[in-house]
């Protein structure tokens, strides 16, 4: 008889509500230090806590749907001042990006669902580097927390060749929030891939994330895609409007579910689950990756 696996669950507090982000003219280096500082105690003590929370679903800070559909975990997010909000409501029906696919659906260039795409797929390799695949909901504020703190270098090791960089996108916050956002932002992503802006528009879309709940129009998240300098808009607008990457993005969550992923973000190199507290900093994140590659 087969087996159903447990639903996962939310990690973030999602009953309290979602953490705005900053409007484009605050101060990013004030911001940036902030949150570096809370990142680092916050995501650390988060992960224990989401540890265990894969095990007791019904533990403190859980969000089960009540009908168990696939759902996901994420570690606490910094707090921040309402008044900073410059998020749309989540009632804002205008133009609104929708989860379902409206046009012919494909795969992107050089991903996989059970693999995911492959960042700086053009570099070489050196001897020895290690798989790190990164399980992402683009919803996920705990994810935004996550890139802030070891992003950039999870981008230098990639660009050196010293790992191979696979991120494994998944959208189970759309049905679990009721915010139209995850998989508009991931088609809005493979769309930016197409035309060589992978990276860019990732990082863009959590540096600039809305806040988790709320649906987003293409018009807000062409914000992502100017920041990340796609060449071609209109190209990119009337790709990320078909939503050709929808079932994938579904398929990759499902995957994911089955390979016993209980939360996001998640990291595994070459194939084994990493704690986050043991790479939260650059340096331990350097340490775990020379000791993969020996």
């Known amino acids: 008889m087969a087996v159903t696996p447990p ?3 939310d990690r973030s507090p999602a009953g309290r509500g979602a953490e705005p982000r900053p409007p484009a003219g605050a101060s990013r280096g004030a911001v940036a230090a902030i949150v570096a500082l809370v990142t680092v105690v916050a995501v650390a003590a988060g992960v224990i806590w989401s540890q265990r929370s894969g095990q ?24 921040a001042s309402a008044a900073e909000a ?60 996550l890139e802030g703190a070891i992003g ?8 050196d060749g010293k ?39 990732h990082d ?3 540096a600039e994330q809305y806040p988790e709940g709320t649906s987003v129009s ?17 190209a990119w607008t009337a790709c990320t409007e078909s939503a050709p990457y929808s079932t994938f993005v579904a398929d990759s969550n499902a995957a994911a579910t089955t390979d016993g992923v209980t939360g996001t ?3 595994w190199i070459d194939g084994k689950p990493v704690a986050l507290r043991d790479i939260i900093t650059p340096a331990g994140l350097r340490a775990a990756i020379v000791d993969a590659t020996e």
């Open 152 to 159: 950039a270098t999870l981008n230098e090791l990639a660009a």
């Open 56 to 79: 007791d679903q019904a533990g403190p800070g859980a969000s089960v749907p009540a009908s168990g559909t696939a759902s996901r975990t994420e570690e606490p997010v910094p707090t």
């Open 265 to 267: 973000p998640t990291v």
């Open 204 to 206: 863009a879309a959590f």
């Open 86 to 145: 410059t998020a749309p409501t989540a009632g804002n029906t205008t133009s609104t990006a929708s989860a379902s696919a409206t046009g012919p659906q494909s795969t992107p260039e050089g991903a996989g669902v059970d693999e995911g795409y492959r960042s700086f797929a053009g570099v070489d390799l050196r001897p020895g580097a290690p798989v790190v695949t990164v399980f992402e909901d683009f919803q996920c504020p705990a994810c935004a927390q």
């Open 7 to 9: 639903p996962p669950q």
């Open 218 to 234: 293409v018009e807000q998240i062409a914000a992502f895609a100017r920041t990340a300098q796609v060449p071609d808009l209109d």
């Open 163 to 201: 790992i191979q960089l696979n991120y494994r996108i998944m959208n189970f916050l759309d049905e679990m929030t009721g915010g139209t956002q995850s998989t508009p932002v991931a088609n809005g992503a493979f769309c930016a891939a197409d035309q060589g802006k992978w990276q860019e528009f």
